[in-house]
């Protein structure tokens, strides 16, 4: 069964960062890439980044300049770096690569 199992979420103030992880098989990461996308309460999933199988990086408007993308490889792992979090980045954080999704994780940003 193929999984992909996100972690690092948490509650943290404005201003505040956090690293979220996404560990997966390694065939995916060769074969589609890995995404971020965010839900939101009672909001539509959006995407907030990428990396793709040859490294290209890709980031929503609404996070370019706060948050990293990157990968290591050898640990089958993606990571999301979150700086300078705001309020509006609250939601359910969740990996996907090819037609697999993670289960997600939460991620509050309040004061």
């Known amino acids: 069964q193929v999984q992909l199992v996100e972690s690092g979420g948490g509650l943290v103030q404005p201003g505040g960062s956090l690293r979220l992880s996404c560990t997966g098989p390694g065939w995916m990461f060769n074969s589609c890439g890995m995404n971020w996308y965010r839900q939101a309460a009672g909001k539509e999933r959006d995407w907030v980044s990428a990396i793709t199988p040859d490294g290209s990086l890709g980031y929503a408007d609404s996070v370019k300049g706060r948050f990293t993308i990157s990968q290591d490889k050898f640990k089958n792992t993606v990571y999301l770096q979150m700086n300078s979090l705001k309020p509006e980045d609250t939601a359910i954080y969740l990996c996907?690569?090819?037609?697999?999704w993670g289960q997600g994780t939460q991620v509050t940003v309040s004061s």
């Open positions: 996907n690569s090819c037609a697999y």
